[in-house]
């Protein structure tokens, strides 16, 4: 039986994810309270982590992996010889996994939709059993609550935003000011904010409205989720438009810099006095914000963000879905993989490998001891 569950603690109230560094233990041995179990670390923080109680340690990641806070690592048993698949059985799985028992028995639904239903507040014993429920299923049965708006015709085509937060309402001043698109409304997923207005643009709904706003003809869509805290979700959003037939132009701010030999991907967003140097290549979906410079021959992987102030010399190139933190800077040519997560204020002086977390305001050079 489980004695423990060894869970990935918050370090930092800005990263709601770390990253294993070192795992101190073999699978299956025996260990001791306040035994160092495990190194984690974000970009402002690391920690050992310790058993809380005497038992058999038994492993659930890997060294590398980047989990979310409340994640298990690993769960300390009464025996040695305990299964993993009878564990996962046990008291403690995570419910927001979809295990079978917080489901209503016959429901099939994909985890996906189960993420859906939850955070649209619909009773899952209201989904149909029987046949496998899908988000599509989910968005029609939530659209049966929400009354369908009705777009008036416009002169400019329309582009939807999704999401009504900080990041939503840069994107709407940059649209507003490159003035080749009208606004149509604002989904996000939170109902309470139905009705409102941001910026003076209303809350149409949630996302079970991009199928009624897809079939009144506005195809365009732009991202206003930020994602700086969990990339997964800004990339799931695109997912989701994508899935209901929308696309993304690219975004520019009429006062960011692009010289001509650029290449710019779909879905991109440009803002206010970044710079993007000749012959460098933005792939689908990346940002590159407030006077961050992206120097000549850059290339800068898929949903990757630049925050503001981030300086790239010359021939860096960059990984996808990868944050590279305000005010960091780098030299001529380094490599950056993807998954990675760079502090504000670092210095890069050498290639990083993917799904490295870098702390805000360190020296990289490649050598360990660069990171103390």
Aim: hydrophobic residues 45%; charged residues 20%.
């Amino acid at each position: 039986m489980i004695l423990s569950e060894i869970l990935v603690p918050l370090l930092n109230a800005n990263e709601p994810e770390a990253r294993l560094v070192s795992i101190h233990v073999k699978d299956g041995q025996p260990v001791q309270k306040d035994m160092v179990l495990f190194t984690i670390e974000t970009t402002k923080a690391a920690s050992d982590i310790v058993a809380p109680v005497d038992g058999f340690i038994r492993l659930l990641a890997a060294e590398g992996d980047i989990l979310g806070v409340g994640k298990r690592l690993a769960v300390i048993t009464e025996e040695a010889d305990e299964s993993l698949e009878s564990l996962s059985a046990q008291k403690g799985v995570d419910e927001k996994e979809g295990s079978p028992n917080n489901k209503p028995s016959g429901l099939r639904i994909t985890q996906p939709a189960l993420t859906l239903a939850k955070a649209l507040g619909i009773d899952l014993k209201d989904l149909p059993a029987g046949s496998l429920v899908t988000e599509a299923v989910v968005r029609k049965y939530a659209q049966k609550k929400e009354t369908p708006v009705t777009l008036p015709a416009a002169e400019k085509p329309y582009i939807l935003v999704y999401g009504a937060g900080g990041h939503a309402k840069t994107i709407m001043e940059m649209i507003r000011q490159m003035g080749t698109y009208s606004i149509a409304g604002i989904l996000d997923d939170d109902e309470a904010l139905i009705g409102t207005h941001v910026l003076g643009v209303p809350v149409l709904g949630t996302r079970t409205q991009l199928d009624n706003l897809s079939e009144q003809g506005v195809k365009l869509a732009a991202n206003g989720v930020g994602g700086i805290l969990n990339i997964d979700i800004r990339v799931r959003i695109f997912e989701i438009m994508e899935e209901a037939g929308f696309t993304f132009p690219a975004l520019t701010h009429p006062r960011a810099t692009i010289e001509p030999s650029a290449k710019i991907g779909d879905g991109v967003q440009v803002f206010a006095n970044a710079y993007v140097g000749s012959d460098s290549i933005l792939h689908s979906r990346c940002m590159v914000n407030t006077n961050a410079v992206v120097s000549h021959d850059c290339e800068i992987g898929a949903y990757t963000h630049l925050a503001p102030g981030a300086l790239l010399a010359g021939l860096v190139h960059v990984g996808a879905r990868t944050l590279i933190g305000m005010g960091v800077t780098t030299s001529i040519g380094v490599k950056i993989g993807s998954g990675v997560r760079v502090g504000n204020g670092a210095i890069l002086l050498a290639d990083i490998p993917d799904k490295t977390i870098i702390q805000a305001g360190r020296f990289w050079t490649g050598r360990a001891e660069s990171l103390k």
